[in-house]
């Protein structure tokens, strides 16, 4: 709260950090965290699938529960992000609901505004809209520039904050203590 007593603007994070830092794990930790605590929590997660040692695509999955292919390496295309093809409309019925689902009082957190995810101007305009909203944000973001996201890290009312292997497993614990505070 402000010296007057008022709130001060609800807390807009984005993770930031290279490929298998541990940015999904620092969410779904924070997830657990924020629900023990009797926080709601909305979003969504980016998960890999493997089919033995090999990465072969990803699933999103809300927050609470819904989950489909977002990209795999037998999608065809069109979209494609380096060997996967995305499936956009897959994406957007699981992350758009999850995004418009954030009852009051939740936190929403988005893992991840990446190239694949980021191919759905649906979601990009909800990304958008959501900053507009008095709620907080966590979101996850790749190292590699992108637009939208560079647009987005260089707002005044958004904090970028660095994962590496020696803050990711205290993170949890001090973002959830940061959301769960006065202000947000």
């Known amino acids: 709260m402000t010296a007057s007593g008022e709130r001060g603007p609800p807390p807009r994070i984005l993770l930031r950090g290279r490929p298998g830092v541990g940015k999904t794990t620092v969410v779904v930790r924070l997830a657990e965290r924020l629900r ?35 990209a795999d390496v037998r999608i065809p295309g069109p979209v494609r992000v380096g060997r996967y093809g995305v499936d956009v409309a897959a994406f957007e019925r699981i992350a758009l609901p999850a995004l418009a689902a954030a009852p009051p009082g939740a936190v929403v957190l988005l893992d991840e505004l990446g190239r694949m995810e980021l191919a759905s101007e649906r979601f990009r305009a909800a990304v958008e809209g959501l900053l507009g909203e008095p709620v907080p944000v966590v979101a996850t973001i790749h190292v590699h520039r992108h637009p939208f996201t560079d647009a987005l890290a260089g707002r005044p009312d958004v904090e970028v904050v660095e994962v590496t292997p020696g803050n990711r497993d205290r993170l949890p614990e001090q973002l959830a203590a940061r959301l769960q505070g006065p202000s947000g």
């Open 36 to 70: 023990a605590a009797g926080v709601p929590v909305a979003g969504f997660l980016t998960r890999e699938v493997r089919r033995g040692p090999a990465r072969t695509g990803f699933l999103v999955e809300d927050l609470r529960g819904p989950k489909a292919v977002l």
